[in-house]
């Protein structure tokens, strides 16, 4: 088995692992011609949702680890656009505003201790 290192998708290592063919994996997922299975495994094309689904169930490991690298990218921008919101509402938000600076400040900072904001009167 060949050295994968950080890539979008491990789904060549877990096809190679189990034995299986790019046909095979496509037969499973029902992409319908190996070619788009190559492409998913090289990064070239993204599998939609039902045949991220179908991935995840034949491989029984959760899509975000299958995607890593591609994952990781996702949260990054999640992240920075989290960030961006949170500039708009400030550090004060109105009451009915927190929850909304609960979720971005989660997203924006998932590594930072949580605090909920002081809410101005009405």
């Known amino acids: 088995m060949k050295l994968h290192g950080s890539l979008d998708n ?3 290592m877990h ?5 299986l063919s790019q046909r095979e994996l496509s037969v499973l997922i029902s992409v319908g011609q190996r070619g788009v299975m190559a492409s998913i495994e090289t ?7 039902v045949n991220m ?6 491989f029984g490991s959760p899509t975000s680890e299958l995607f890593r690298g591609l994952s990781e ?4 921008d999640v992240r920075y ?3 961006e919101l949170l500039q708009h509402i400030g550090d004060n938000p109105s009451p009915d505003l927190v ?7 989660r997203l924006a900072h998932p590594d930072d ?3 909920i904001p002081e809410c101005r009167p009405l």
Do not use: C, D, T, W
């Open 10 to 12: 491990y789904i060549a």
């Open 15 to 19: 096809r190679e692992r189990h034995g």
């Open 43 to 49: 990064g070239l094309r993204r599998p939609n949702v």
């Open 53 to 58: 689904i179908a991935l995840e169930l034949v």
């Open 73 to 76: 990218r996702v949260a990054e």
């Open 81 to 83: 656009q989290a960030r």
């Open 99 to 105: 929850p909304k600076f609960e979720l971005l400040s």
């Open 113 to 115: 201790v949580q605090f």
